[in-house]
């Protein structure tokens, strides 16, 4: 049983599109993230929420949008999307902002 | 300005050596470093963690350093197996930042048979 779950996998996609990437937790935690891994393998955060607030905005786009619809999930909404959105993507999930996280397997997202 | 290295991007040793990997920051305070390791298509998945007051942490053949003096962090992995052939992230999380972890660029290790 999967912990961290994103889906999908993997996404090819248009520049221009509007896309949705989906992360669900089954660990009981109240903290969830996203992370972008670019081809240089460098992970940086872009956003949080703790119980459903939103509690780091790192400098992205208004075109990533992240919603959570409740606790254990959060998704990643990508509006207009632009050739350099290609990467790999990770939500992960803590039981509060300074514990362990736990990373999903990833979705890598092709814009052609 | 604010920066996080690890030593090199790719480290090979032979089988039974000790594997050091080095993650150095400059401009950060951070309360505690983390290291992941990540392999291929994976995610990142926690090893260890040590927090500023803490000078060394040991989990089986793990063994994690912090010098808040030299701004460093040491992880070392003894008795090297093949298996252990991946990329190591050391993250830095900083205080008051709502579990902000900021990564190095990670190394990867290769263990030779």
């Known amino acids: 049983d999967t912990a961290v779950s994103q889906t999908p996998k993997y996404l090819v996609t248009q520049m221009g599109n509007d896309k949705s990437i989906k992360c669900e937790q089954n660990l009981g935690h109240d903290t969830m993230y996203w992370y972008k891994q670019d081809s240089k393998k460098f992970l940086k955060i872009m956003f949080s929420y703790n119980n459903k607030e939103l509690i780091i905005n790192e400098t992205v786009p208004n075109r990533f949008s992240p919603k959570s619809p409740d606790k254990a999930h959060l998704n990643l909404h990508i509006n207009s999307l632009e050739l350099g959105d290609s990467a790999v993507y990770f939500c992960a999930s803590s039981q509060d902002p300074q514990d362990i996280q736990y990373f999903g397997a990833g979705t890598r997202l092709s814009v052609l | 300005s604010q920066k996080i290295e690890q030593n090199s991007e790719a480290l090979n040793i032979q089988e039974g050596k000790t594997a050091t990997l080095t993650c150095n920051y400059t401009?950060?305070?951070?309360?505690?470093l983390q290291w992941y390791r990540q392999d291929p298509g994976r995610g990142p998945v926690f090893l260890l963690l040590i927090r500023e007051n803490e000078k060394e942490k040991r989990k089986e053949r793990l063994k994690v350093t912090f010098d808040t003096t030299l701004k460093q962090s040491l992880f070392h992995i003894t008795a090297s197996q093949p298996a252990d052939s991946a990329t190591y992230l050391c993250a830095l999380d900083i205080y008051n930042q709502g579990g902000k972890l900021i990564f190095g660029q990670g190394t990867e290790l290769s263990v030779k048979p």
């Open positions: 401009n950060y305070s951070p309360a505690y």
